[in-house]
Every structure is written in structure tokens, then in C-alpha cells.
């Protein structure tokens, strides 16, 4: 068995071959991030290698490495993640002390991935794909719209007492236009930050447009986690494409664990208490705080939860709790939709009756 860690970057990805044992076999490869990525990526494999179980190990970058991974499953290629956590711990136990390069990060993945067989592995699902492409895009637009937004307050020094999320709204615009036509600025600086309006106003549209896309996307796909008080369409596409498959989640507790929302135990002086998780997928994290806020306005069992916990933790305590108690309902509500989908993949492929 080959086991070909993988350090991913921008341009470049840097992968190196070990055998079962962990010795690294053949040279390094460092590929840029291009078209030929695949390519390059089984031309090196077969260089070194004629076995045809080849697992690659991939230190889990999605942002960077989605491409490759998606490329080398469809080239038949058993492709899984490891967490950023694991490389740092194999790097730190099998590399000299204080050394760290593109290489020994990529032997390190291939130790994980050697050392945890159980270890997440990539998979595509056309929907969840789909998905994914129009969420990185909206996030990506509204940090761009907020940028805007910050710019074109601190050029025209209007509209300081409101927030960035004001102008997400058509009828703020509107009002900003109007205390533009009585300002006492220059016709230059007046048709500049005309310009940045209308951007503002089509980053809105756009934002709008995807809303609707991806609502209409995720609704069939996720009932039951859009029955949770606090999860939006666009946070159950959060949570759909960032997670993907629930089931390489034995527990609830690991995805707490993977989200940030499991307390870490900490002992000191023979006194037990727990401290806060900053790890984790904060994106994810992100979703469930949002969850947790509303929860706590709309809903009466977490208004009960915080009470009851207030006095003992305070008020960021008690959320916290609430939000570990979330990621078990969401774990439930994820369990039962992606079995829904499962059968109904399975009776669309099922051979007719003749």
C-alpha cells in the first residue's frame, strides 16, 4: 500500500510518497495548481509505483485542494482529508525539532493518514456541489458588499450612526442618496460615490438572486434542518456543504468537536472546569452562534436552557451549552435527511419491473 501525502497551497501542491511502514519512496513532486494538476499528480504516482490502490491523503485545505480532490476521484483515486490538527501533531513527532517545510508537511499528512484509517474521505455529490459554488460565491460578495460599504462611509463621512448592514436594503440606499443631494462635496467626489452606490446596489441584487437559487436548492435536500429554529436556507447550505456526508460523524460529539463547540476539560489545582473550543470549523461555528442568538429570542425550551444555566456559567456559558445542545439536533436532523436522499438515489436506480 502507497499512501501519497499532500500539502495543498494557492498555486502549488507539494506530495511525497511513503510505504506502509512511513518511509518516503521516490522524490517529491512539487505541481502547480493548474490544469494539468491531475495529470502531473498519477504520471508521478506510476513513476514510482505500478500499484493501483493508492490512497491520497490531502491535509484538509478545501478552499485550496477541492479541485485536485475532486479530479483524482474521478480519476478513480481514494482521496481523503486530514485535519490540520493531525499533521501538526505527526509533524512535531517524527520531524526534527523546530523543522517545518511544504515536505515535512506533506510526509506528515501521510502519517496521519496512515495512523487513522478512519479518517474522512472526499467524496462528490452534484447537489451538495452545486451548493457549494453558489455559498463560497454569496460569502464572498457580501464581504466585498461590507467592504464597500466601510469605504463609502469613511469617504463621505455620511451615514456613520448606522451599521454596514443598513445599506443592504434598497430603502437605505435610497435615504443615502438623498443626504448625498444636499452634502457640500465636490461634483467629483459626488459622481464617486455615486459609483460606489450603484455597486453596493447591484452587490444586493446579486446577493438577492443567489438567495433565491440556493433556496430553491436546499429546500428539497434539507426538511428536517430547516425545521430548527434558527437555521436559515442559506445556513443549512452552510452546513450541507461543509459537512457533506454526516455520517463520517460517529457521534455527535465529533461534530461538536469539528464545529468548535465542544468545551476542552481543563485540571488545574484539583479544580475540574472546561474552557472554550477556539478550534474548529469556524465557518460552521459561525452558523450555530447565529442559531443560538435566535433560539434565544423565539425559543421558549432554550430560554428555559438559559435560565436555568445563567447563574451557574453567565451568559456566554449558557450559550455555549445551548449551542452543544444544537449540534445534537442538527446532527439528528442531518441523519434523517441524508437517509431520505439515500432513498430515494436508490429507488431512482433500482431496475424496473418487467
Not at 464572498?140 to 443592504?168: C, F, Y
Not at 489545582?269 to 452558523?287: A, F, I, K
Request: one cysteine or more; proline letters at 3%; charged letters at 25%.
Amino acid at each position: 500500500m502507497v499512501t501519497v501525502g499532500i500539502d495543498p497551497h494557492k498555486h502549488v501542491h507539494v506530495a511525497v510518497a511513503v510505504d506502509e511502514r512511513g518511509n518516503r519512496i521516490g522524490k517529491s513532486l512539487t505541481v502547480k495548481n493548474d490544469g494539468l494538476l491531475i495529470v502531473a499528480l498519477i504520471t508521478w504516482i506510476r513513476s514510482i509505483t505500478d500499484l493501483t490502490s493508492v490512497t491520497w491523503a490531502v491535509e484538509d485545505g478545501r478552499g485550496f485542494a477541492r479541485r485536485m480532490a475532486d479530479g483524482l476521484l474521478l480519476a478513480g483515486q481514494d482521496v481523503v482529508w486530514v485535519p490540520s490538527r493531525l499533521t501538526a501533531a505527526h509533524r512535531r513527532l517524527h520531524a526534527t525539532t523546530g523543522a517545518k517545510s511544504d515536505v515535512i508537511d506533506a510526509v506528515a499528512a501521510a502519517h496521519a493518514a496512515i495512523a487513522t484509517p478512519d479518517l474522512p474521505r472526499h467524496h462528490i455529490d452534484q447537489r451538495v456541489r452545486e451548493l457549494r459554488v453558489l455559498t463560497d460565491y454569496r460569502s464572498d460578495i457580501v464581504k466585498r458588499r461590507t467592504m464597500m460599504i466601510n469605504q463609502l462611509k469613511a469617504l463621505s463621512h455620511l451615514w456613520l450612526d448606522h451599521t454596514p448592514g443598513d445599506m443592504a436594503r434598497a430603502k437605505a440606499l435610497i435615504a443615502f442618496t438623498t443626504r448625498l443631494d444636499t452634502a457640500n462635496i465636490s461634483t467629483h467626489v459626488r459622481d464617486t460615490i455615486a459609483t460606489m452606490i450603484g455597486e453596493i446596489d447591484d452587490a444586493n441584487n446579486r446577493i438577492h438572486d443567489l438567495d433565491i437559487r440556493i433556496k430553491e436548492l436546499v429546500t428539497p435536500l434539507t426538511p428536517n434542518l430547516l425545521a430548527v429554529t434558527g437555521i436559515s436556507h442559506n445556513s443549512a447550505a452552510v452546513l450541507l456543504t461543509e459537512i457533506v456526508d454526516i455520517k463520517r460523524f460517529s457521534s455527535p460529539a465529533k461534530l461538536a468537536r469539528y464545529t468548535g463547540c465542544a468545551p476542552i476539560p481543563v485540571f488545574s489545582s484539583d479544580n475540574e472546569r472546561h474552557r472554550l473550543h477556539r478550534g474548529g470549523n469556524r465557518r460552521l461555528n459561525s452558523v450555530l452562534h447565529t442559531a443560538a442568538i435566535v433560539q434565544t429570542r423565539y425559543n421558549p425550551a432554550a430560554q428555559q436552557l438559559i435560565a436555568r444555566r445563567h447563574d451557574e456559567k453567565g451568559a456566554r456559558g449558557a450559550r455555549r451549552i445551548l449551542k452543544r445542545h444544537l449540534v445534537d439536533v442538527i446532527y439528528r436532523a442531518m441523519h434523517t435527511d441524508q437517509a431520505t436522499w439515500q432513498h430515494q438515489i436508490n429507488t431512482c436506480e433500482r431496475p424496473a419491473l418487467t
